[in-house]
């Protein structure tokens, strides 16, 4: 029965608008993502952090819908909304492994595949989904009748005229036309009506007779069918002033204006799967929710055949058109149902909806079938988030994440002014990567935007990155071999001298290495007990004069100094601890100095960066034992004997005290290079040392061997060398390789020292 919508004054309080325009490129190169693959299927169903945070955005009447309809919060809704959207990246990934999928549905946030065999099962939850070996128990509707459900007096919705008549529907989707630019509407074609009469909104509370608004427009030809598998249509947005929103209105939960509640945001469409909630608003019944039960079932709907989705919610005439939702993707357009009168259960318990689905995934009838390359949904998209550090190398990426993303959305990225965009997939997880390999290196501008589809796309994101110099990475299997490629590219063809020190400890190594480049010659390591084959090859291609072994016979035993002997002429320079060591190798290699490092014995850190800086200046480095109150005597004399007339101490007061640094200061001036920790120090000492380099290393500060041989090498080349945590790069560092003009940076060890991070020069957190 249609019943008559009256004239009167119109108040507008809900408008539709067209969408922020996307760059024609940018909708060129916009590529729908493809579904998910199995290996970031997500069993639980619930985004990392976001759950809660979108759920405390929805509005209260929705709320109260799913606590009264499902019984379910809104973080349990939106976790199962999430497996739903997943939920056919699985199935496509089966079907195109050749599972027989015999159908999928959601129990709670679990999705259940019903297969042909157990082999077939196995592979099943390999993706994280239940398998079940079985045909599906699937509920047949077909032999329902449905009722379309236009035109019960009431609500706010829109009115269209059939003859002298006017009768009332719902908006659907936002969305526009892909052969034209033009906002449109969709909408049940069951509410064509008279195709060459304008739409206008009713503007009234739910429930009220309701007033003529505002005209919306026409429907645009070719769009409605109603029967044949398809309830749609499509309606042209006319005039101008609208303010274009991706939203579905709340209603007020049947009561109340359309903007009586917040709006629900549509970031998505995806296809409906059995057993996931879905709610759906209408300008007669507002929100309403319930259980999915069925797909792609063909119903008879007043005499016409459609396609639909079927649901245990409630729908009532005058809610027909409207959207339906699971979490904030659109499912489907309110069609028809068997409700009678009210919601009220009684009597009519069994009564269930349907949906003209937006997406099927048989490939049956559905809006995207329907109105593929004609129209398209509107979403809301946000704008893109930079996770990336200010420096990135050459062949690194600008990455970031983007905020209630789907796997459908894309990002484009500008740079420099180019109207030529880099795009890039958004993942399941949100996070997105872009390549800036080819944009050469300095500071580079760029201009972000989130797409989805042709027609969707965020505000744009504008900002700068500097990509930084080429980097390439020096490694071996081990320590040893390490070591040999630092000397490889150190001393190409011969070296007068080879130092040698033991790679099981650091404190011999530690003024070892300014010691080897003032004499012209590499650091090797070699374990205690003998020497590894790699290392006394490495030694013979040198064909050196002579070999220095720092340390006594339990750093360097007997045995592995014999065979050094059997290489080179071989001297041992040792002590009755690493302080007496330290002493004699640097009074063996140093005649006069004007200054001297003084650092910690009991670490590492702070020698790594300055063995390099003492090399490169061919200053020694000198071990004390930090935490005491005093340097002995044997350390005055040599600072004395070398002609020391300055002193740089590494490290803070944790590494060196006050008490030797008051001490040392009595005599000659003296100089702390300190940090809030190691990393902090060692750019400390390279500021001091360093105005320009064309190389710059980096090495783990969490570790000695890859630094004590790399040390020798930045030395021989007056380069700096950093040391950096093992997965980052603190942004100090990243500064410095600015300011020293650095063409190149190389790291020093394997990516178990060095991660790939640090090989993309991407900065710390901290």
């Given at each position: 029965?249609?019943?008559?919508v009256?004239?009167?004054?119109?108040?507008?309080?809900?408008?539709?608008?067209?969408?922020?325009?996307?760059?024609?490129?940018?909708?060129?190169?916009?590529?729908?993502?493809?579904?998910?693959?199995?290996?970031?299927?997500?069993p639980?169903?619930?985004?990392?952090?976001?759950?809660?945070?979108?759920?405390?955005?929805?509005?209260?009447?929705?709320?109260?819908?799913?606590?009264?309809?499902?019984?379910?919060t809104?973080?349990?809704?939106?976790?199962?909304?999430?497996v739903?959207?997943?939920?056919?990246?699985?199935?496509?990934?089966?079907?195109?492994?050749?599972v027989?999928?015999?159908?999928?549905?959601?129990?709670?946030?679990?999705?259940?595949v019903?297969?042909?065999?157990?082999?077939?099962?196995?592979?099943?939850?390999?993706?994280?989904?239940?398998?079940?070996?079985?045909?599906?128990?699937?509920?047949?509707?077909?032999?329902?009748?449905?009722?379309?459900?236009?035109?019960?007096?009431?609500?706010?919705?829109?009115?269209?005229?059939?003859?002298?008549?006017?009768?009332?529907?719902?908006?659907?989707?936002?969305?526009?036309?892909?052969?034209?630019h033009?906002?449109?509407?969709?909408?049940?074609?069951?509410?064509?009506?008279?195709?060459?009469?304008?739409?206008?909104?009713?503007?009234?509370?739910?429930?009220?007779?309701?007033?003529?608004?505002?005209?919306?427009?026409?429907?645009?030809?070719?769009?409605?069918?109603?029967?044949?598998?398809?309830?749609?249509g499509?309606?042209?947005?006319?005039?101008?002033?609208?303010?274009?929103?991706?939203?579905?209105?709340?209603?007020?939960?049947?009561?109340?204006?359309?903007?009586?509640?917040?709006?629900?945001?549509?970031?998505?469409?995806?296809?409906?799967?059995?057993?996931?909630?879905?709610?759906?608003?209408?300008?007669?019944?507002?929100?309403?929710?319930?259980?999915?039960?069925?797909?792609?079932?063909?119903?008879?709907?007043?005499?016409?055949?459609?396609?639909?989705?079927?649901?245990?919610?409630?729908?009532?005439?005058?809610?027909?058109?409207?959207?339906?939702?699971?979490?904030?993707?659109?499912?489907?357009?309110?069609?028809?149902?068997?409700?009678?009168?009210?919601?009220?259960?009684?009597?009519?318990?069994?009564?269930?909806?349907?949906?003209?689905?937006?997406?099927?995934?048989?490939?049956?009838?559905?809006?995207?079938?329907?109105?593929?390359?004609?129209?398209?949904?509107?979403?809301?998209?946000?704008?893109?988030?930079?996770?990336?550090?200010?420096?990135v190398?050459?062949?690194?990426?600008?990455?970031?994440?983007?905020?209630?993303?789907?796997?459908?959305?894309?990002?484009?990225?500008?740079?420099?002014?180019?109207?030529?965009?880099?795009?890039?997939?958004?993942?399941?997880?949100?996070?997105?990567?872009?390549?800036?390999?080819?944009?050469?290196?300095?500071?580079?501008?760029?201009?972000?935007?989130t797409?989805?589809?042709?027609?969707?796309?965020?505000?744009?994101?504008?900002?700068?990155?500097?990509?930084?110099?080429?980097?390439?990475?020096?490694?071996?299997?081990?320590?040893?071999?390490?070591?040999?490629?630092?000397?490889?590219?150190?001393?190409?063809?011969?070296?007068?001298?080879?130092?040698?020190?033991?790679?099981?400890?650091?404190?011999?190594?530690?003024?070892?290495?300014?010691?080897?480049?003032?004499?012209?010659?590499?650091?090797?390591?070699?374990?205690?007990d003998?020497?590894?084959?790699i290392?006394?090859?490495?030694?013979?291609?040198?064909?050196?004069?002579?070999?220095?072994?720092?340390?006594?016979?339990?750093?360097?035993?007997?045995?592995?100094?014999?065979?050094l002997?059997?290489?080179?002429?071989?001297?041992?320079?040792?002590?009755?601890?690493?302080?007496?060591?330290?002493?004699?190798?640097?009074?063996?290699?140093?005649?006069?100095?004007?200054?001297?490092?003084i650092?910690?014995?009991?670490?590492?850190?702070?020698?790594?960066?300055?063995?390099?800086?003492?090399?490169?200046?061919?200053?020694?480095?000198?071990?004390?034992?930090?935490?005491?109150?005093?340097?002995?005597?044997?350390?005055?004399?040599?600072?004395?004997k070398?002609?020391?007339?300055?002193?740089?101490?590494?490290g803070?007061?944790?590494?060196?005290?006050?008490?030797?640094?008051?001490?040392?200061?009595?005599?000659?001036?003296?100089?702390r290079?300190?940090?809030?920790?190691?990393?902090?120090?060692?750019?400390?000492?390279?500021?001091?040392?360093?105005?320009?380099?064309?190389?710059?290393?980096?090495?783990?500060?969490?570790?000695?061997?890859?630094?004590?041989?790399?040390?020798?090498?930045?030395?021989?080349?007056?380069?700096?060398?950093?040391?950096?945590?093992?997965?980052?790069?603190?942004?100090?560092?990243?500064?410095?390789?600015?300011?020293?003009?650095?063409?190149?940076?190389?790291?020093?060890?394997?990516?178990?020292?060095?991660?790939?991070?640090?090989?993309?020069?991407?900065?710390?957190s901290?």
């Amino acid at each position: 029965m249609r019943h008559v919508v009256a004239a009167a004054t119109a108040v507008l309080v809900f408008s539709f608008s067209a969408m922020t325009p996307v760059d024609p490129v940018a909708a060129t190169n916009a590529e729908v993502a493809k579904a998910a693959p199995p290996e970031l299927w997500e069993p639980n169903g619930v985004r990392d952090g976001a759950d809660t945070t979108e759920a405390a955005a929805l509005p209260r009447q929705m709320l109260d819908a799913l606590e009264r309809d499902l019984g379910i919060t809104g973080e349990q809704y939106l976790a199962q909304a999430d497996v739903a959207a997943q939920a056919p990246a699985v199935v496509d990934f089966l079907d195109g492994r050749g599972v027989d999928v015999l159908g999928s549905r959601l129990d709670g946030a679990k999705l259940v595949v019903h297969v042909s065999s157990a082999d077939e099962a196995e592979l099943v939850r390999s993706t994280g989904a239940r398998a079940v070996v079985g045909e599906p128990v699937v509920r047949d509707f077909s032999g329902l009748e449905f009722k379309p459900l236009e035109d019960m007096r009431g609500g706010t919705g829109y009115r269209y005229a059939v003859g002298a008549e006017h009768y009332r529907c719902s908006v659907g989707f936002i969305g526009g036309s892909l052969t034209r630019h033009a906002l449109q509407i969709a909408t049940a074609g069951h509410c064509e009506g008279d195709p060459n009469s304008y739409r206008s909104l009713v503007q009234t509370t739910a429930g009220a007779s309701g007033t003529s608004g505002s005209f919306i427009g026409s429907p645009e030809p070719g769009t409605f069918a109603f029967g044949g598998g398809r309830d749609i249509g499509v309606v042209d947005v006319a005039g101008t002033g609208w303010t274009a929103k991706p939203e579905v209105v709340t209603w007020g939960g049947g009561s109340g204006a359309p903007l009586a509640s917040a709006p629900i945001p549509v970031r998505d469409q995806i296809a409906a799967i059995a057993g996931a909630p879905a709610c759906k608003s209408g300008s007669t019944t507002g929100w309403t929710c319930g259980t999915i039960l069925a797909v792609d079932q063909l119903i008879n709907v007043d005499g016409e055949s459609v396609n639909l989705v079927i649901a245990d919610l409630c729908m009532l005439p005058g809610d027909s058109g409207g959207g339906a939702m699971i979490g904030s993707s659109a499912m489907g357009v309110n069609s028809a149902g068997t409700w009678s009168g009210t919601c009220d259960p009684a009597g009519q318990k069994d009564a269930v909806v349907g949906f003209f689905p937006m997406v099927s995934a048989a490939g049956k009838a559905s809006v995207s079938e329907w109105l593929g390359g004609k129209w398209e949904i509107s979403v809301k998209a946000e704008p893109p988030m930079v996770s990336s550090p200010e420096m990135v190398g050459v062949d690194g990426e600008l990455r970031g994440t983007v905020p209630f993303s789907n796997v459908r959305q894309s990002v484009n990225a500008y740079f420099d002014g180019l109207p030529t965009a880099r795009t890039a997939s958004v993942s399941p997880d949100g996070s997105w990567s872009i390549d800036v390999s080819g944009l050469g290196t300095g500071s580079h501008s760029y201009r972000l935007q989130t797409t989805w589809g042709v027609r969707s796309a965020s505000a744009t994101v504008s900002g700068n990155l500097t990509i930084g110099p080429p980097v390439e990475r020096l490694s071996g299997a081990d320590r040893y071999e390490v070591a040999v490629a630092v000397s490889q590219r150190a001393f190409p063809s011969t070296a007068p001298v080879v130092y040698i020190a033991t790679g099981a400890n650091y404190p011999d190594a530690l003024s070892a290495a300014p010691a080897a480049v003032k004499q012209g010659g590499p650091l090797l390591l070699t374990p205690v007990d003998g020497v590894p084959a790699i290392v006394r090859a490495e030694i013979e291609r040198l064909n050196p004069t002579r070999v220095v072994v720092v340390g006594g016979p339990a750093s360097v035993s007997p045995r592995a100094f014999a065979e050094l002997e059997r290489l080179a002429p071989t001297i041992r320079i040792s002590g009755a601890d690493r302080y007496e060591v330290s002493l004699a190798v640097v009074d063996y290699a140093f005649e006069t100095v004007g200054s001297a490092y003084i650092v910690t014995g009991t670490n590492f850190p702070d020698a790594l960066s300055a063995g390099a800086a003492g090399a490169a200046k061919s200053v020694p480095v000198i071990l004390v034992n930090g935490p005491s109150a005093s340097v002995n005597r044997a350390t005055e004399k040599l600072l004395d004997k070398l002609g020391v007339a300055s002193i740089k101490i590494a490290g803070g007061v944790n590494s060196v005290s006050t008490f030797i640094e008051d001490q040392l200061a009595m005599l000659r001036p003296v100089a702390r290079l300190a940090g809030a920790d190691r990393f902090a120090a060692s750019q400390s000492i390279n500021t001091d040392a360093f105005d320009r380099s064309d190389t710059v290393y980096l090495s783990t500060g969490f570790n000695y061997p890859d630094a004590l041989a790399g040390a020798a090498l930045a030395g021989k080349g007056q380069a700096p060398l950093f040391v950096v945590p093992t997965s980052c790069v603190p942004r100090g560092v990243l500064d410095q390789i600015r300011r020293l003009g650095a063409s190149k940076v190389v790291l020093l060890g394997g990516p178990a020292s060095l991660t790939p991070e640090v090989q993309s020069l991407e900065a710390c957190s901290f």
